[in-house]
């Protein structure tokens, strides 16, 4: 919205504050509505309030819906609003049928003589293509392993060629990988780097059937060129999108994943546009849209529908959301890690049973956590089952993005106009806390660090009660837990001889000590505790004993590379946790021999001996067959337990170890502090991470650079294309609006039952070889290897139509078992879906489904809505709808009908063979009772579930996408 002299007519403009001084940024200021609910209010519903107030334009937002958000504590849980994000957050398996839809729609209008460059989203939308990658080439035993994507593998590395020095090789997709040498340093590592190819110096490329990496630069290079091979039809597309349309960008291939690319590029916290600032929120096509309130910034996941419809202009309809207030109290133990804190809120919120629900944290604990934490924790919102896990922007929040793309004038602005409006916390003052639905208090203290072991990863012991839980396995009976050792034979100690050196084993020695961070990639906090423990460690004089084999094994190049940058890699080499490569190793058994010395004082004394690793896999025997007790561990208490030389040690009350100069030191002496921890995270990590996706956006890559792309305002389709072409929808486009015809004698494509699922409706995963769709593509002269899947069809309307319904666990009770299949009544042939819709058509007969109860449940899919509409289905008569696709139904000119409360199909003795016709009066209204007649004679009471008079409109226009281009004709 400009802020022009239309802002005068606004219903709110007496709302609009000065924040410059030269009155050249204006925002509305909802404290200046003198309501005292409005400091009460949460700070999540604060958000919406605003962008109601701001987009309050009488037809999608109304000023009765600003009062219901403002009177949220009574309306909570009952009210129907709308929210208005500020951008869309699409990635490129669900961004193109809408991209799709937009060039399609130019297409429409441009035989009216209307100019398309006016067809352009409202909302601003980011696309981030990161689904197009597929694993076809890689260093291992298995290189031509089947690709279920399927496409032209090209021409394949010969398997005999050798590998790099310091390279990995695996066994296979059931196998284990194994080391070619152990001993290499990643600067050893791999082949020479391709000129084009974007990576951190040592970061290695990943095995596909481990997610491991192996160190052969070309073998990215290669599965790049597939990729753009494969797909070179959508990325054309797509670049021609990020060039034909305003308020489009695109992020190209190879630059980060989707939420990745949200949190550490586009995420701005305030937006500002047209001299006018509002808080940054958005809608993305996948449920963890949700990392995004870690940074202060609203935001969920939807479906491709509804993405769309927000793109259009059209703001996203929900119940008004009870808020769980999650009070963070105490402070965090000393020795927990972030893992520890994450999991252990996420389980907290699991058992509170808070689904659907919004989830905004409060109290004086929430300062303790970092923003990487905050992002982790709203990362977890599926697990708990939360809609959003907001975290109010405060000082922490501020500091972080310090170190990120925000300048000193962006945050000074931020942090004005946050605190302007209320939405600025400080957790440390109580009187700041809003009222919520409900509060659920969480102490910190309480989350202590576990282990887990001996024998099964479910087994959690607390740290601070290992030398007790290790003391009952040996006495327990052998089982899960149980050593069943002997009384008499638990203080046995075994002298042996290492390098020149007398040692001693007992029950509990640690004999092999992993750091491993394939688990711990996605917080480094941890793995920079291990490191500052390393390095207090080696400065305090402690030592690891020289016969425990240690190892570093990181996940990914970028744990090395922030090793590096914060100087704690040449202590864990003085522990000897050297880096031994990238490859999976120690969780999967392939450690190298212990000493003969070592195993042989283990046999004599039966011992029961310890591994301590943190990676993912630690069974009984696994890392070695002589070590029965094996640990799982976070980093930096792996290399405490290294230290240490056993588990049966009580941290609090034992000392760690003994310096050089005879004092005790205690595990406590030398942890490193959370604040400590955070600002090495920002220091070297964030800071490092920013301004390398800084360059790779600014730069590109060579691939992606490469594409030539049309030039020309409305999208050049090829008729030949299997991937991209324009769909129906705007068929028959006129200036003139022609009201919904009455339906007359229309058929039954489908007789449902109940909870039909959005899974059963809409396209989605590979594509069967005797499908419908199938039958298309080997129309097209594709083999079943190119069929590819669905989702990466997407933008072929084609394929998606023949694939609706397509599903095998489809009940249809016109055929009477599971499948894709339906009765053409007219003939009584079996036919699929589709085949019978298309007869249908072609004979001029409308079509409608009957249901049951929670017709279009489950997940939103993008063409839940669209499939239906263009297999010509005219209406829907269900006992009940999902509230979401009901709106999915309205929004491509679908009828919902719902039976009569006391009737359904089945009361009604429906059989779904007789024809059924519906009289639409030529003025619609919401809930507007209708009847339905069958051509045996019955007649039947239904109500338009059309919720208000937009639904009404939508309908009456044939759909939202027909109503936006009929607005521009």
């Known amino acids: 919205m400009a802020l022009t002299s239309a802002a005068e007519e606004h219903p709110y403009c007496h709302l609009i504050d000065q924040l410059s001084d030269d009155g050249?940024?204006?925002?509305?200021?909802?404290?200046?509505?003198?309501?005292?609910?409005?400091?009460?209010l949460p700070l999540s519903i604060r958000v919406l309030l605003e962008a109601a107030i701001r987009n309050c334009d009488g037809f999608y937002v109304t000023e009765e819906d600003v009062q219901n958000i403002l009177d949220w504590k009574k309306r909570q849980a009952s009210a129907e609003v709308p929210f208005s994000p500020a951008r869309v957050l699409l990635q490129d398996f669900t961004g193109i049928p809408a991209m799709v839809d937009l060039a399609a729609m130019r297409d429409a209008v441009v035989k009216h003589g209307v100019d398309p460059g006016l067809v352009n989203p409202k909302c601003p939308t980011d696309l981030i293509v990161d689904h197009c990658l597929q694993i076809d080439y890689s260093k291992c035993a298995i290189q031509n392993a089947p690709n279920p994507g399927g496409g032209d593998g090209g021409s394949r590395p010969s398997p005999s060629k050798p590998l790099p020095r310091g390279g990995s090789h695996c066994a296979g997709q059931r196998g284990a990988c194994r080391k070619a040498a152990c001993n290499d340093t990643p600067s050893s590592t791999g082949g020479r780097p391709h000129a084009s190819v974007q990576q951190i110096e040592n970061t290695p490329l990943l095995c596909p059937f481990h997610l491991k990496p192996v160190s052969e630069a070309d073998t990215s290079v290669k599965n790049q060129e597939m990729e753009l091979s494969?797909?070179?039809?959508?990325?054309?597309?797509?670049?021609?999108?990020?060039?034909?349309?305003?308020?489009?960008?695109?992020?190209?291939?190879d630059v980060g994943a989707v939420h990745q690319v949200n949190l550490e590029y586009l995420s701005r916290v305030i937006q500002v546009r047209d001299g006018l600032i509002y808080p940054d929120s958005v809608v993305g096509t996948d449920s963890h849209t949700t990392m995004i309130n870690g940074l202060g910034i609203l935001g969920w996941g939807v479906g491709g529908i509804e993405s769309e419809a927000v793109m259009l202009g059209q703001p996203v309809s929900l119940t008004l959301p009870q808020v769980v207030g999650c009070k963070l109290m105490g402070s965090i133990n000393p020795l927990s890690?972030?893992?520890?804190?994450?999991?252990?809120?996420?389980?907290?919120?699991?058992?509170?049973?808070?689904?659907?629900?919004?989830?905004?944290?409060?109290?004086?604990?929430?300062?303790?956590?970092?923003?990487?934490?905050?992002?982790?924790?709203?990362?977890?919102?599926?697990?708990?089952?939360?809609?959003?896990s907001f975290f109010p922007v405060d000082q922490v929040t501020i500091k972080h993005f310090k170190k990120t793309h925000f300048s000193q004038e962006k945050l000074k602005l931020l942090e004005s106009y946050l605190k302007a409006v209320k939405l600025f916390r400080?957790?440390?003052?109580?009187?700041?806390?809003?009222?919520?639905?409900?509060?659920?208090?969480?102490?910190l203290s309480s989350m202590v660090p576990h282990v887990s072991g001996p024998k099964r990863p479910q087994d959690r012991v607390a740290v601070c009660s290992m030398k007790e839980g290790f003391q009952s396995c040996l006495d327990e009976k052998l089982g899960p837990r149980g050593f069943n050792i002997s009384k008499d034979k638990q203080d046995v100690r075994v002298p042996f001889l290492h390098a020149g050196e007398e040692y001693q084993l007992a029950h509990g020695s640690v004999v092999i000590a992993a750091v491993i961070s394939c688990t711990n990639n996605c917080n480094p906090s941890v793995m920079l505790t291990a490191g500052l423990l390393a390095k207090k460690a080696v400065q305090a004089g402690l030592?690891?004993?020289?016969?425990?084999?240690?190892?570093?094994?990181?996940?990914?190049?970028?744990?090395?590379?922030?090793?590096?940058?914060?100087?704690?890699?040449?202590?864990?080499?003085?522990?000897?946790?050297?880096?031994?490569?990238?490859?999976?190793?120690?969780?999967?058994?392939?450690?190298?021999?212990?000493?003969?010395?070592?195993?042989?004082?283990?046999?004599?004394?039966?011992?029961?001996?310890?591994?301590?690793?943190?990676?993912?896999?630690?069974?009984?025997?696994?890392?070695?067959?002589?070590?029965?007790?094996?640990?799982?561990?976070?980093?930096?208490?792996?290399?405490?337990y290294a230290i240490a030389g056993t588990v049966g040690i009580d941290f609090d009350k034992e000392p760690l170890g003994v310096t050089s100069a005879g004092k005790e030191l205690y595990l406590r002496d030398i942890w490193p502090s959370r604040e400590e921890v955070q600002q090495t995270e920002e220091d070297a990590v964030i800071s490092s991470v920013f301004k390398d996706l800084k360059a790779r956006m600014e730069?590109?890559?060579?691939?992606?650079?490469?594409?030539?792309?049309?030039?020309?305002?409305?999208?050049?389709?090829?008729?030949?294309?299997?991937?991209?072409?324009?769909?129906?929808?705007?068929?028959?486009?006129?200036?003139?609006?022609?009201?919904?015809?009455?339906?007359?004698?229309?058929?039954?494509?489908?007789?449902?039952?109940?909870k039909v699922t959005t899974d059963h409706i809409s396209p989605a995963g590979s594509i069967a070889r005797v499908s419908a769709a199938a039958k298309y593509l080997l129309s097209k002269r594709l083999t079943p290897r190119e069929f590819n899947s669905y989702g990466s069809r997407r933008g072929n309307d084609a394929v998606m139509t023949r694939g609706t319904f397509a599903s095998i666990k489809l009940q249809n009770r016109l055929v009477g078992k599971a499948g894709p299949k339906t009765l053409h009544v007219p003939t009584g042939q079996t036919l699929d879906v589709f085949e019978a819709a298309e007869?249908?058509?072609?004979?001029?007969?409308?079509?409608?489904?009957?249901?049951?109860?929670?017709?279009?449940?489950?997940?939103?899919?993008?063409?839940?809505?669209?499939?239906?509409?263009?297999?010509?289905?005219?209406?829907?008569?269900?006992?009940?709808?999902?509230?979401?696709?009901?709106?999915?139904l309205v929004g491509m000119g679908i009828l919902p009908l719902q039976f009569a409360p006391e009737h359904n199909a089945d009361t009604l003795e429906l059989g779904g063979t007789e024809r059924f016709s519906v009289s639409l009066p030529q003025r619609l209204a919401p809930n507007q009772q209708l009847t339905v007649k069958t051509s045996n004679g019955k007649s039947f009471v239904v109500t338009a579930q059309l919720d208000n008079n937009q639904d009404v409109l939508f309908l009456q226009q044939g759909g939202l996408l027909r109503y936006v281009a009929q607005t521009m004709l």
């Open 24 to 40: 050249s940024l204006k925002f509305f200021n909802p404290h200046k509505l003198n309501d005292p609910r409005y400091a009460k």
């Open 230 to 253: 494969r797909n070179k039809e959508r990325l054309q597309f797509f670049k021609w999108c990020s060039k034909a349309f305003k308020n489009v960008n695109v992020i190209p291939p």
């Open 337 to 388: 890690t972030s893992i520890d804190v994450v999991l252990g809120i996420t389980k907290h919120l699991r058992q509170a049973g808070i689904a659907g629900r919004f989830v905004e944290f409060f109290g004086p604990g929430v300062s303790h956590l970092s923003a990487p934490d905050r992002t982790t924790i709203a990362n977890m919102c599926p697990e708990y089952n939360a809609t959003v």
């Open 426 to 443: 400080s957790y440390g003052d109580p009187a700041e806390d809003p009222q919520y639905s409900e509060v659920i208090e969480i102490n």
């Open 543 to 640: 030592t690891v004993k020289p016969y425990i084999r240690t190892s570093l094994a990181p996940g990914s190049g970028m744990v090395t590379h922030y090793f590096n940058a914060s100087g704690v890699l040449p202590y864990f080499s003085q522990l000897g946790f050297e880096v031994i490569g990238y490859g999976c190793a120690t969780c999967v058994g392939n450690t190298a021999p212990l000493p003969e010395s070592v195993v042989n004082a283990i046999k004599q004394g039966d011992l029961v001996a310890c591994g301590v690793l943190s990676g993912n896999r630690h069974f009984e025997g696994r890392l070695c067959d002589c070590i029965r007790a094996n640990y799982l561990a976070s980093p930096p208490f792996v290399v405490a």
């Open 699 to 754: 730069k590109g890559n060579t691939f992606w650079n490469n594409i030539e792309c049309p030039e020309s305002v409305v999208f050049p389709w090829d008729a030949k294309s299997t991937y991209i072409r324009s769909p129906s929808f705007f068929s028959k486009l006129s200036k003139e609006v022609t009201p919904p015809q009455s339906i007359e004698n229309a058929h039954a494509l489908l007789f449902l039952g109940d």
């Open 839 to 888: 007869r249908y058509q072609r004979d001029g007969v409308p079509l409608i489904i009957l249901a049951g109860k929670d017709y279009g449940s489950g997940s939103s899919r993008d063409w839940v809505a669209k499939g239906p509409y263009l297999l010509g289905v005219r209406a829907v008569i269900a006992e009940s709808f999902e509230r979401l696709h009901k709106k999915q």
